[in-house]
């Protein structure tokens, strides 16, 4: 089996690159397999730009391939916060629970109407001697007024998935893969692989 290195510290992420690569035929390793690799600065002014700065600092660190994902959750009424700050929206500890709590106080007063929302996700690959090019999928859906599920991580519990109306904290992983941001993302990048790894 291959094996594919992503560059990233987030465990759910991990968790459903890990799922996702198997089903093609790699093996994952995460940053949590190599753990004196730098938490990257994640400086950029959009997902692509984070994800290409993740995967460059840890493919010239490693002198390897490397894909990295920028991801994160845009809702229209806060005119598309959290967005690249998703991870830290409550502070810099990055916690899931507060960071729920926030978006749910801020929206409690917005209509049903008002309250649809996207994930995106933004998949760097960078080589060594080649150009990074990067892919992404978005993920359409609606805010509820409380948790809903147990499922996925960060914000999957209050986020109505519409592709399959249900929160996405209730899918498996199989069936958020088929309609997440994510998944639609590594679609792209999935006949590329062979050739580049
Ligand atoms: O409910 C969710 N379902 C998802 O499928 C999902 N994908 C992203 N997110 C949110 O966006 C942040 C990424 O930020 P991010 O790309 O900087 O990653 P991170 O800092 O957590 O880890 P790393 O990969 O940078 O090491 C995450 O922490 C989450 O809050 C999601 N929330
Ligand atoms: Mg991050």
């Given at each position: 089996?291959?094996e594919?290195i992503i560059?990233?510290k987030n465990?759910?992420?991990?968790e459903?690159f890990?799922?996702?690569?198997a089903?093609l035929?790699?093996?994952?390793?995460?940053?949590?397999d190599?753990p004196?690799?730098?938490d990257?600065?994640?400086?950029?002014t959009?997902?692509?730009?984070?994800?290409?700065?993740?995967?460059?600092?840890?493919?010239?660190?490693?002198?390897?391939?490397v894909?990295a994902?920028?991801?994160?959750?845009?809702?229209d009424?806060?005119?598309g916060?959290?967005?690249i700050?998703?991870?830290?929206?409550a502070?810099?500890?990055?916690?899931?629970?507060?960071?729920i709590?926030?978006?749910?106080?801020?929206?409690?007063?917005?209509?049903?109407?008002?309250?649809d929302a996207?994930?995106?996700?933004a998949?760097?690959?960078?080589?060594p001697?080649k150009k990074?090019?990067?892919?992404?999928?978005?993920?359409?859906g609606?805010?509820?007024?409380?948790?809903?599920g147990?499922?996925g991580f960060g914000y999957d519990?209050i986020?109505?998935?519409?592709?399959?109306?249900?929160?996405?904290?209730?899918?498996?992983?199989?069936?958020?893969a088929?309609i997440?941001?994510?998944?639609?993302a590594?679609?792209?990048?999935e006949?590329?692989?062979?050739?580049?790894?």
């Amino acid at each position: 089996m291959s094996e594919i290195i992503i560059a990233t510290k987030n465990k759910g992420k991990a968790e459903e690159f890990k799922k996702m690569f198997a089903s093609l035929g790699y093996e994952v390793k995460t940053l949590h397999d190599y753990p004196d690799m730098p938490d990257v600065e994640e400086t950029g002014t959009t997902f692509e730009e984070n994800a290409v700065l993740k995967a460059e600092e840890i493919s010239r660190l490693m002198n390897r391939p490397v894909i990295a994902d920028d991801s994160g959750l845009s809702i229209d009424a806060l005119e598309g916060r959290p967005g690249i700050f998703s991870a830290r929206y409550a502070g810099e500890e990055k916690n899931d629970e507060a960071n729920i709590d926030k978006v749910l106080e801020e929206m409690k007063h917005i209509p049903e109407e008002k309250r649809d929302a996207r994930f995106y996700c933004a998949l760097a690959v960078a080589i060594p001697g080649k150009k990074t090019y990067t892919v992404s999928g978005t993920c359409e859906g609606k805010i509820l007024y409380a948790r809903k599920g147990t499922n996925g991580f960060g914000y999957d519990p209050i986020f109505w998935a519409n592709a399959k109306n249900k929160a996405m904290a209730e899918l498996t992983s199989e069936e958020k893969a088929a309609i997440s941001h994510r998944g639609h993302a590594l679609k792209q990048l999935e006949k590329d692989l062979p050739t580049i790894l």
